[in-house]
């Protein structure tokens, strides 16, 4: 027979919204009483009903999450940051791939937000205009809500520093991690010193650089190390992740810092 919140409140001696409140944390409730409630809820096995608590408490501790597209490479270790954050704050993530169709992706809106989620993170463009709940944009700046963005600047000027007197060659595939890049490497020329060529969204020859070149891939922490004696230029994923819901959680619960724009800095390493 499965346990109620009546079993608990009755073994534990208190009423049903004492009960509730433990479970919500409430601090009013002392820890006697949260103890004595804890221990009982243990004892018979309880598992609170999420769906009745998030209609109760107006809130179901659920957040939707857009990809375009799930086979991206940085696609897991986002998850795996946003995931960690979230489970520590008991909540869930239900996960939408729209393949950039904007019909799907407001069908999936819709859907969404009939399941009372309390926000929405965006890794596929800008936020729908009639979302209605919290939402955090990653990756790209937001007409509306939170952006949490990679810092384009501090990549071009880190390629700079290493580079020194060398030419800088841009080379980007149609899904770049660091899109506009070229426009912060000013007065970028042939100084006849080499060149750095940049890999970003595209892949290499197999053949190693030229000697006196340098060769950058941007890239993951946790993607494959292929092409030995290259430079990485990493994107942030999985700490773009346990960012974007640490701002959005702390958005939802009006708690903590909730900047407009947040950038993480990218990290260059040298060869491995």
């Known amino acids: 027979m499965r346990v109620t919140m009546s079993d608990v409140a009755a073994a534990a001696g208190v009423n049903k919204a004492t009960v509730s409140r433990v479970l919500r944390g409430d601090p009013r409730i002392s820890s006697?009483?949260?103890e004595r409630v804890w221990s009982v809820i243990k004892a018979l096995g309880y598992r609170p009903d999420a769906i009745a608590r998030g209609l109760s408490s107006r809130s179901s501790d659920t957040i939707g999450v857009f990809f375009r597209d799930l086979s991206a490479s940085w696609a897991g270790e986002f998850l795996a940051g946003?995931?960690?954050?979230m489970s520590r704050n008991e909540c869930e993530c239900i996960v939408r791939a729209t393949g950039g169709d904007p019909q799907q992706r407001r069908n999936a809106m819709f859907r969404l937000l009939s399941r009372r989620v309390d926000g929405l993170v965006w890794l596929d463009g800008p936020p729908e205009p009639d979302a209605e709940v919290p939402g955090v944009t990653v990756g790209m700046p937001s007409p509306s809500g939170v952006s949490v963005l990679v810092d384009i600047e501090a990549a071009?000027?880190?390629l700079q520093g290493l580079?020194?007197?060398k030419e800088i060659e841009i080379l980007q595939g149609e899904r770049p991690f660091f899109p506009g890049l070229i426009k912060f490497?000013?007065?970028?020329?042939n100084k006849g010193d080499g060149t750095v060529k940049v890999f970003d969204g595209i892949l290499p020859p197999g053949s190693g650089p030229v000697p006196g070149d340098f060769r950058v891939i941007c890239t993951t922490r946790k993607s494959p190390a292929f092409f030995p004696?290259?430079?990485k230029l990493y994107w942030p994923a999985f700490?773009?992740?346990t960012l974007s819901a640490r701002v959005l959680l702390n958005t939802i619960r009006g708690r903590g810092v909730r900047p407009e724009t947040v950038r993480l800095l990218p990290v260059l390493s040298g060869p491995s």
């Open 32 to 34: 006697a009483t949260g």
């Open 82 to 85: 946003f995931e960690r954050v």
């Open 156 to 158: 071009a000027s880190l």
């Open 163 to 165: 580079a020194g007197r």
């Open 185 to 189: 490497l000013p007065g970028n020329r």
């Open 229 to 231: 004696g290259s430079w």
């Open 239 to 241: 700490e773009l992740g």
